[in-house]
């Protein structure tokens, strides 16, 4: 994608989250040139599949991603829509999630760099179950962040990212998640935060994304991803949380590499899925059973 490509995204304004009349969760809008289905009402209307085609059509996006239990799959793949990715136990530690996708566009479903992503999830493979050196407590200082941290999380995810699929960049944002569902976490070096991350939490149905991985480039290198999510499984299984995943940027190691590490399993890939980092680009999801 062209450099100027590149800045016209990084200016796009956040997409937005609507709450569907029966009480499903979408996130639209042109930044990440799709819809995505976050979560399912209480019950799924016939119509939902087929109606969120025509939205997608409405506005010309390019994708729909659903995210659902696996008992509503069949009402999606009639209406054309593909299974990308699965989760089993996702819901309640019983009943399995289905990554989904509709592609409104022929080249959205078309991944030039699969050669490369198949590389880098090689190299993750190959570091499952690595074992790990505790942090340096002397160095570094892990804790959840607060409040009050929020301007200066909101700096870092916009030196690491240039664009990111929610609007992170935002300390109101960062505010009005933390005080909902969302925890975040820090790694300090002489007081200053070099490193995030945060677990997005769905207590109705047991679940965490693990997610928001962010590191300043300075200290990359020093597996700070590693503790940060070891950190967030031991804060989850305190909660009850059964299910731990991520969506992971297919082209970048280090974050696959740290999830394979601590033991996820691969559930599959998201085609062409996110504005991440100034691209749309391919996500894996990751997962793992931890109560």
Excluded at 230 to 254: D, F, H, N, P, Q
């Amino acid at each position: 994608m062209a450099e100027e490509d590149n800045n016209n995204m990084s200016k796009q304004p956040p997409d937005k989250v609507k709450e569907l009349p029966d009480g499903s969760i979408i996130q639209h809008g042109p930044l990440n040139d799709r819809i995505y289905l976050m979560k399912v009402g209480n019950s799924l209307p016939r119509s939902l599949p087929s109606d969120l085609v025509k939205m997608a059509e409405r506005h010309e996006y390019s994708k729909i991603f659903v995210k659902i239990p696996a008992d509503y799959s069949k009402q999606f793949v009639r209406e054309g829509y593909i299974e990308e990715a699965s989760i089993p136990r996702f819901f309640n530690g019983a009943i399995a999630g289905v990554f989904m996708g509709y592609y409104l566009d022929e080249e959205r479903a078309s991944e030039p760099d699969a050669a490369d992503i198949k590389k880098i999830l090689r190299l993750a493979f190959n570091k499952s179950g690595s074992t790990n050196e505790s942090l340096d407590k002397e160095l570094f200082r892990l804790h959840r962040c607060k409040e009050e941290d929020v301007e200066i999380m909101a700096t870092i995810y916009k030196k690491v990212f240039q664009t990111y699929p929610f609007p992170i960049h935002d300390p109101l944002f960062l505010k009005d998640s933390m005080q909902s569902n969302v925890d975040y976490f820090g790694i300090e070096k002489n007081g200053r935060l070099i490193a995030l991350s945060s677990a997005e939490i769905d207590v109705t149905s047991q679940n965490v994304e693990m997610t928001d991985f962010a590191t300043l480039p300075k200290w990359r290198g020093n597996s700070l991803g590693v503790h940060l999510l070891l950190r967030m499984e031991k804060e989850m299984k305190k909660k009850g949380i059964r299910t731990a995943y991520t969506i992971a940027r297919a082209k970048s190691a280090g974050i696959n590499i740290t999830f394979s590490k601590l033991g996820y399993e691969l559930g599959g890939r998201l085609k062409n899925n996110t504005n991440i980092s100034g691209n749309i680009e391919s996500m894996n999801i990751w997962h793992k059973t931890i109560c």
